[in-house]
């Protein structure tokens, strides 16, 4: 490789860590949850946000989970106005980059999303920060959206600590989701989109492996 591709191919991964980084993609084995909603008797639909660093790898981490028929790009945590990539990226906004999951209850439960969240997804022991990247807008959160999912976060979180699955406490946040604004078009399924870009081969396609390898009775090909 000459050292004008190699200078080139150094300045594409560092344009791409500043951009939207992640952590290391984690691969923690965990329990299932103790506290959980049981498997719904009929088909139907439902909705989980989480964040946990940039949205491209928690989003392409729940495309390939079963039961999940959608995941989507966004902010959570802020107001509307500020609802915006570049105002998010300022880390001033109150917004975290998040994931809309929808699911069908039916076939996967609450908890077992959870359990992809904390095992695969990210590292929750890292405060405001995955990785490299440091600022509000990529901490870890559940935003829940009734008082089940409430529970059942928080029992989730005291088990894991319990235990002693990771090294340090779990740092994530669980708050009330007051909204959910879906962020611009191009970050929609990007690991998709861009299955090539180092980045994604780098951050994020090592979650998914993850997932396929750790909880193969969750996972499936898109």
């Known amino acids: 490789m000459s050292a004008v591709i190699l200078l080139g191919s150094l300045l594409i991964l560092v344009g791409f860590t500043f951009a939207c980084s992640t952590a290391d993609a984690s691969s923690t084995p965990l329990p299932d949850p103790e506290v959980d909603a049981p498997l719904a008797t009929g088909k139907g639909e439902q909705k989980a946000v989480l964040a946990g ?41 109150g917004h975290a980059e998040s994931v809309l999951v929808t699911y069908d209850p039916s076939q996967v439960t609450y908890g077992q999303l959870l359990k992809v969240f904390f095992s695969v997804a990210h590292n929750p022991t890292e405060l405001n920060r995955q990785g490299p990247d440091r600022g509000t807008q990529y901490r870890s959160a559940i935003f829940y959206a009734n008082e089940e999912q409430r529970r059942i976060a928080e029992a989730y979180i005291k088990q894991l600590d319990r235990v002693k699955v990771f090294n340090q406490p779990i740092v994530t946040q669980v708050r009330p989701l007051e909204a959910f604004h879906e962020a611009e078009d191009y970050h929609q399924d990007y690991l998709a989109q861009h299955p090539n870009e180092p980045y994604i081969v780098i951050n994020d396609m090592p979650k998914v492996e993850n997932l396929r390898k750790q909880i193969p009775e969750l996972y499936k090909e898109k």
Not at 56 to 85: L, M
């Open 53 to 93: 660093g940039c949205f491209w790898g928690i989003e392409a981490v729940f495309e390939h989970v079963k039961g999940v028929s959608d995941a989507k790009s966004g902010y959570a945590g802020g107001d509307a106005a500020s609802a915006d990539y570049r105002k998010v990226s300022s880390g001033t906004t």
